[in-house]
């Protein structure tokens, strides 16, 4: 069974500073990995996604991750957060014999001026 | 292209009615898929459907159930409503020939059960 686990359910960060935003996933077989962000009454808009062409995915919006098989990771960066970064982020996980997504819990980031 | 459209976008219902969400996917898509967000249990996928068929279904009651017509459009239906079924009910759609490709998200219609 597959499954996603976003260490930390809130975290705040001050404008300019570094961001990250960890997940990892448990999969019996080679993963599809995306992030998507949601903002307040809005639906989920997709970051980013990694689907075994590159370890390093670069997103929309200056983020960025790295695919890591032997941490069974897939955190997100971004170099220098702005306020509007403000939102709920999840990790999720797909394979490719299946058609269905399963969800981190989500972590809500902070942006501080 | 115009994005996913949900409808409605509000709902308020009580105990014990039902109700029918309608989603309406990016043209061309044929792949609905359908997620319910709560605060206590985050995001719940609930089913997919591919060319009218249900391909992939979560854990939740014979309560909830869905359906998909020929056009792609889908609607998903929750009979006997719960307290615990407020939630946003989201919807994505993909081209999803295989499995890991892009899903779109509507905006979600929220439900109210009182």
């Known amino acids: 069974a597959q499954s996603v686990t976003q260490l930390g359910s809130h975290v705040s960060v001050s404008e300019g500073a570094l961001v990250l935003l960890r997940c990892n996933y448990s999969s019996s077989v080679p993963p599809y990995l995306f992030w998507y962000v949601q903002y307040p009454n809005q639906g989920l808009q997709l970051l980013l996604k990694y689907t075994s062409a590159a370890t390093l995915v670069k997103g929309i919006n200056g983020f960025e991750a790295e695919f890591k098989k032997s941490e069974t990771s897939f955190h997100l960066t971004k170099p220098s957060a702005h306020m509007s970064d403000a939102a709920e982020y999840f990790c999720a996980v797909t394979n490719t014999g299946g058609f269905k997504t399963i969800f981190g819990a989500g972590t809500r980031l902070f942006v501080k001026a | 292209k115009a994005g996913v459209t949900q409808t409605p976008r509000y709902l308020i219902k009580t105990r014990g009615q039902q109700v029918t969400l309608s989603c309406s996917p990016i043209?061309?898509?044929?792949?609905v898929s359908w997620y319910q967000q709560t605060p206590g249990q985050g995001l719940q996928f609930l089913f997919e459907y591919f060319s009218e068929t249900q391909r992939n279904k979560g854990n939740f009651p014979g309560r909830f159930s869905g359906r998909q017509f020929s056009n792609s459009r889908s609607e998903m239906n929750v009979s006997t409503l719960e307290l615990g079924d407020s939630a946003l009910y989201l919807c994505?759609?993909?081209?999803?020939?295989?499995?890991?490709?892009?899903?779109?998200f509507g905006p979600g219609t929220r439900l109210l059960v009182l």
């Open positions: 994505a759609s993909s081209l999803m020939v295989r499995g890991g490709e892009t899903q779109y």
């Open positions: 043209s061309g898509h044929r792949s």
